[in-house]
């Protein structure tokens, strides 16, 4: 089994150097890289899951850091840390089931009921707590008072019992451990099925003889235009062709390979075209917690004509693109410069060099930027692989998604230090 440090070593390199093309690629990664960290993660006598919440955080700071602009990574990382917590709750509240009905058991045998008192109302409030923080469940058990616990008639009832509470924990660790990474394989289905899920609902929002705009190139769009003409919708497709990387050359391209009309169009043409465009249906980098889009540059523009137009504005991501962060907050990276080379040339850029000044400062500066930040205002509907959603809803949806703890995994630099 390759080591797990040469592996998170290796996804960082490939982070940091921009090797991996698109979120969805980046979050199966991610969420690949994790399980093989819980997989291979000792677990301790006690306190399992937080043993297991420490690895992965560990682990995701460093990839966080190794590119922050990419949403995806911290995404998967909280819904690990989020699947972590749930699958331990769901141990401890089995747990706490079965020693109600043994508890009541022992309550319907006249004989044994004043040798075998049920756990006090204390006991388990106590037990119902955060599992996560010590005391932990099985401590608990240890620590109830003589009066309480069976007495031992013999030595080697003793011997036995304790060796059945160790086999009871092993089991328990094992337990955890493969529960958490079976809802982990599940988690990267769901991210690799993602396009299909979205594609399957075209049909409810594609009609006949509409015109479809949108901009740069998206797989998500590509499947979902595709899986509406093949429910034999006649449609045609207005491609703004997403500069300075033109993505939407691509996607042209590949929709009329496919046998979509389809028609390229600058960007700078959206509002001379957007009055005949009956829905505008895009992809989207991240969404936000307060239903913020951040998408390719140039889809505020284009937001922003489709209201002016009361056309409506469609965004589509999978499950893996909701972040539980808000634009306003520090973790959140909201752009990235690209190079100048993709709008000028290295030769027409130097001409424009003040050599004349002895210090070669350029009067010609190039900024080119990634992403484009659209408020939920102007959305009208989010389509995920659970299906349609407002933007308003989107925090509830995110909210089934992580936990509240694990909004932040940076760690903070005590001040002074």
């Avoid at 451990?177 to 409810?204: G, P, R, Y």
């Avoid at 080379?341 to 003040?354: M, N, Q, R």
Wanted: charged share 20%; aromatic share 4%; with cysteine.
């Amino acid at each position: 089994m390759p080591d797990t440090q040469a592996l998170v070593n290796d996804f960082l390199n490939k982070l940091k150097k921009r090797k991996i093309e698109g979120s969805q690629a980046t979050a199966k990664q991610t969420a690949e890289l994790l399980r093989s960290v819980i997989s291979q993660t000792r677990m301790p006598y006690t306190n399992q899951a937080a043993a297991l919440i420490h690895s992965v955080k560990a682990v995701g700071e460093r990839l966080i850091a190794a590119n922050p602009v990419e949403l995806a990574v911290g995404n998967v990382v909280r819904r690990v840390l989020h699947i972590i917590r749930e699958e331990d709750l769901s141990l401890t509240t089995a747990a706490m089931a079965g020693l109600n009905l043994s508890a009541e058991s022992d309550d319907e045998d006249d004989t044994d009921r004043d040798n075998h008192p049920a756990l006090s109302a204390a006991a388990i409030a106590a037990a119902s707590r955060s599992t996560l923080r010590p005391p932990s469940l099985q401590t608990l058990l240890e620590d109830v008072p003589d009066s309480a616990a069976v007495p031992h008639t013999s030595s080697s009832g003793g011997d036995s019992e304790g060796k059945s509470k160790s086999a009871d924990k092993s089991s328990r660790s094992r337990k955890l451990k493969h529960d958490v990474i079976e809802a982990v394989n599940e988690l990267i289905q769901d991210i690799s099925t993602c396009h299909e899920l979205i594609a399957e609902q075209a049909v409810e929002h594609i009609h006949q003889n509409e015109v479809i705009l949108t901009l740069g190139s998206s797989r998500t769009v590509l499947e979902f235009l595709c899986a509406a003409k093949e429910k034999k919708r006649s449609f045609r497709v207005f491609v703004a062709e997403g500069a300075p990387r033109y993505q939407g050359h691509l996607l042209a391209k590949e929709l009329v390979t496919r046998g979509l009309q389809t028609t390229l169009i600058t960007d700078s043409a959206v509002f001379a075209m957007i009055s005949r465009v009956n829905m505008v249906i895009v992809g989207a980098h991240a969404v936000m917690a307060n239903g913020g889009v951040i998408a390719p540059v140039g889809l505020n523009m284009v937001a922003l004509a489709a209201q002016k137009h009361a056309v409506p504005f469609v965004v589509l991501a999978g499950s893996h693109k909701l972040c539980p962060l808000y634009p306003h907050h520090p973790e959140v990276l909201l752009n990235e410069l690209r190079s100048p080379s993709e709008l000028l040339d290295f030769g027409e850029f130097s001409d424009c060099l003040d050599f004349g000044s002895g210090i070669g400062a350029p009067l010609l500066h190039v900024v080119n930027p990634t992403f484009d930040y659209v408020p939920p205002k102007l959305v009208s509907l989010f389509i995920t692989d659970t299906g349609g959603h407002n933007p308003s809803y989107m925090y509830r949806l995110i909210a089934d998604y992580y936990s509240a703890d694990d909004l932040v995994l940076e760690r903070r630099t005590a001040s002074g230090n």
